[in-house]
């Protein structure tokens, strides 16, 4: 028993360490504190000791070489036969600092189990005043639900907010926009986006001929994965105006909203992201908006999302409140909290250094991918890049697995309209990218 005790301790001692040393921003101090947790006969003396492989630059964003990435064991860099990782759509930097210690707190006091008034209430308190201040959007917390992801989130509207055989998705879209209500039996009617010169946006017509159909929902997303347009104002209202006329509900993802490239310095032409529910009152009662923070702060295994619902909903919302919170983490709750209260500057930072990598992107197709075309994107770090000019116009990301070792996301996976389009993740340290996209180069043949 005394042997157990003492392995206890030595667990909730460590565990806080841990979460600090993987987390650090700087490569050196993990590599640094990972030595001294080591036991001193480990360190074998008359060995030379290894420097670290890892040089500091002037971002913290850009401090990681391919073989460091590999060993964080990231999903993104979880490889098969791969070299290089850009499909997961999760970034290859170290979470903020204020989440980082959020979590290491929670861990230090043994806050580790299952979700509890108060952290559920800081989440949600930290969202409701992020909204406010990002996006002048005034909710109350009573109008927020907890949940364990936005895909716990859709299946739950699907199948306790909304009766609909049928649902409409604008395409290309995030693959479990399609899998999931198909799962759940439903019919699922692709709405083809158009694209002009590079530029998508919804073909409002056959959104409206779909709802004449008979299908009752919709499921937006906005910012779009995976072609990063901002939807105008302009636009979403005139989706609410179809919707509101057919009776119809929305399900609008706006995970990717934080990672907006808002017009100001260095960005001239850029958007700012709308919500959906926000342009009248008919969006705002026939819509459940679903918004999490780990996309824009990269803490994608932190279980947390929020369900923004209007007043018809609130009788279904009350009722499977406790439920849905169940689905989330203790950790994430707390990690959230922390990034809607304390992490923007670290967004800004970090914007600003995707802002540099989309156009860096340019640059580089423009260099090494003859006939492939690129629109650079109003937010996150998603490039939909169109080979269908090119060799490789039937299966671009088969071909650049095959040929270039570099993992990324077919396009038909997004739908129809992704055919001889690939998803790739930019979302990495600026010599890594021209890594990845000159590995494509290289192996890409010329017509």
Request: aromatic residues 8%; glycine residues 6%; negative net charge.
């Amino acid at each position: 028993m005394l042997q157990m005790m003492r392995v206890s301790e030595c667990i909730c001692s460590t565990v806080p360490t841990l979460l600090a040393t993987f987390c650090s921003p700087c490569p050196e101090n993990r590599i640094a504190a990972l030595g001294n947790m080591l036991p001193k006969q480990t360190q074998r003396p008359g060995r030379c000791r290894r420097e670290p492989v890892l040089q500091m630059h002037d971002s913290p964003f850009a401090v990681y070489d391919i073989e460091a990435l590999r060993r964080m064991r990231r999903a993104k860099w979880a490889l098969e036969t791969e070299k290089y990782g850009a499909a997961v759509a999760e970034m290859d930097f170290s979470p903020a600092p204020p989440i980082i210690s959020a979590l290491v707190d929670a861990a230090r006091r043994g806050d580790m189990g299952y979700p509890h008034p108060q952290a559920l209430e800081s989440a949600s308190v930290s969202l409701k005043d992020w909204l406010k201040e990002r996006h002048e959007w005034t909710v109350s917390v009573s109008d927020l639900v907890t949940v364990g992801g936005l895909i716990h989130a859709l299946e739950a509207f699907l199948l306790h907010f909304v009766s609909s055989t049928s649902v409409v998705v604008p395409t290309p879209a995030y693959p479990p926009f399609l899998s999931v209500p198909r799962g759940l039996g439903l019919e699922v009617l692709e709405s083809p986006m158009l694209c002009d010169d590079g530029q998508w946006r919804l073909d409002l017509d056959d959104i409206d001929k779909a709802f004449s159909s008979g299908a009752r929902v919709l499921i937006l997303c906005n910012p779009h994965n995976p072609t990063g347009t901002v939807f105008t104002r302009e636009e979403l209202v005139a989706v609410s105006e179809i919707v509101d006329r057919h009776r119809g509900r929305v399900f609008s993802d706006e995970i990717h909203a934080p990672l907006v490239y808002a017009p100001g310095a260095g960005r001239p032409s850029g958007r700012t992201h709308v919500p959906y529910a926000s342009v009248s009152s008919a969006a705002t009662e026939h819509t459940v908006t679903g918004v999490s923070a780990t996309k824009a702060w990269n803490i994608g295994g932190m279980s947390c999302a929020h369900m923004i619902i209007s007043e018809q909903d609130r009788l279904t919302a009350n009722r499977l409140a406790a439920v849905l919170a169940h689905s989330a983490s203790t950790l994430g709750l707390w990690a959230t909290a922390a990034a809607y209260r304390e992490g923007g500057p670290w967004l800004r930072d970090v914007v600003s250094y995707l802002n540099g990598n989309r156009h860096r992107l340019a640059d580089l197709v423009d260099k090494h991918l003859p006939g492939v075309k690129y629109r650079v994107p109003d937010a996150s770090y998603l490039a939909w890049l169109d080979f269908r000019a090119t060799e490789w116009s039937d299966e671009p990301a088969r071909h650049a697995r095959s040929s270039a070792g570099v993992s990324t996301n077919e396009g038909t996976d997004y739908g129809a309209p992704g055919q001889g389009f690939l998803r790739l993740n930019f979302a990495t340290p600026a010599a890594v990218l021209e890594e990845i996209v000159g590995a494509l180069g290289h192996t890409l043949p010329f017509r």
